[in-house]
T-cell receptor, first 112, second 116 residues
């Protein structure tokens, strides 16, 4: 298995632009998670899905952030408009119930 | 409230020395327990996990952890540290029951530096 796939690996954009991060979970996994990691705040859970349905989005910082999971093999995290404080590494992870989460390599986002 | 505490933000050990990273949790019932490692610029990789049975679990890279129910702890150990173990280590817990069994609560991490 290829593991969790994230794209792009690096993204540099200017303030105000729309950013879309993509994630392909491991086949057969029914949970998908989006995390954000910064030096200041550490690892933060943004949102997670179970069977493509958002279960908990209380970690989404504000309305500029949105996430979708149109099918079991694809999810997006969108930031519109982006701001410099959104600069972070964004991780996607997937799992089955009562099991360890498998993390993707992350997308390093820099907003200038 | 459910929480995971890693009291040591940063630890430095000499290569070849033993290592123990502490993890305490607050949870309604005995959770599933995990240790992850994150090398610089990488994602999180599972080191080991405890679901049930023997409270001393072995993981990859020579790590082990011991679950102590009475202390709500799951400390990570390694008898002899290698320079390549320098990384950040995260403890995490997950629910055995209920509707959010895929979700994990992570500690804030312990950064390990290794002196030559």
């Amino acid at each position: 298995d290829a593991g969790v796939i994230q794209s792009p690996r690096h993204e540099v954009t200017e303030m105000g632009q729309e950013v879309t991060l993509r994630c392909k979970p491991i086949s057969g996994h029914d949970y998908l998670f989006w995390y954000r990691q910064t030096m200041m705040r550490g690892l933060e859970l943004l949102i997670y899905f179970n069977n493509n349905v958002p279960i908990d989005d209380s970690g989404m910082p504000e309305d500029r952030f949105s996430a979708k999971m149109p099918n079991a093999s694809f999810s997006t995290l969108k930031i519109q408009p982006s701001e410099p404080r959104d600069s972070a590494v964004y991780f996607c992870a997937s799992t089955t119930s009562r099991n360890e989460q498998f993390f993707g390599p992350g997308t390093r986002l820099t907003v200038l | 409230a459910q929480s995971v505490t890693q009291p040591d933000i940063h630890i430095t050990v000499s290569e070849g020395a033993s290592l123990e990273l502490r993890c305490n949790y607050s949870y309604g019932a005995t959770p599933y327990l995990f240790w992850y490692v994150q090398s610089p610029g990488q994602g999180l990789q599972l080191l080991l996990k405890y679901f049930s049975g023997d409270t001393l679990v072995q993981g990859i890279k020579g790590f082990e952890a011991e679950f102590k129910r009475s202390q709500s702890s799951f400390n990570l150990r390694k008898p002899s540290v290698h320079w390549s173990d320098a990384a950040e280590y995260f403890c995490a817990v997950g629910a055995r029951y209920g509707g959010s069994q895929g979700n994990l609560i992570f500690g804030k991490g312990t950064k390990l530096s290794v002196k030559p």
